[in-house]
């Protein structure tokens, strides 16, 4: 049986969960709570390159900052993509006003940017703001 790493939204423990087990509703090990919770996870820096090095899922990340019109606007649709995408993917955002180097680092260029990421490698990103049909269209496109 195939297990997946996943990391826990909350405290960022690696559960290892089987995959065919994933659609139950599974709990952390650690802090007890959902392993998803069907909302995008904020994370920083530090708990991002965690979630992108040690997911087994792919990691869509949306580079977004409060002061952008575009990310405001897309912001219930990423929510609404995040419950259909779940939990085959782990949905987060990133505040790149809090998390300057990490936009240089990634070289963000335009907000919103969204990416996806496996196995610590970005696969895929597209600047500018979706719909929820326009973002999962997009995010499985690039997994087939
Ligand atoms: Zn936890």
Known sequence: MENLH???PHCDAVNRVPSVRLEEEATCGT???PLFTGHPTDLSTERFLKHIQRSDIPVLV???APWCGPCRTMAPF???ATRHLEPYFR???VNTEAEQQLATRFAIRSIPTLAVFKGGRELARQPGAMDSKSIIAWVQQHLR
């Open 31 to 33: 802090c007890k709570r």
């Open 78 to 80: 990423y929510e609404e």
């Open 6 to 8: 996943i990391v826990c």
């Open 91 to 93: 949905v987060v955002k």
């Open 62 to 64: 949306d580079f977004w």
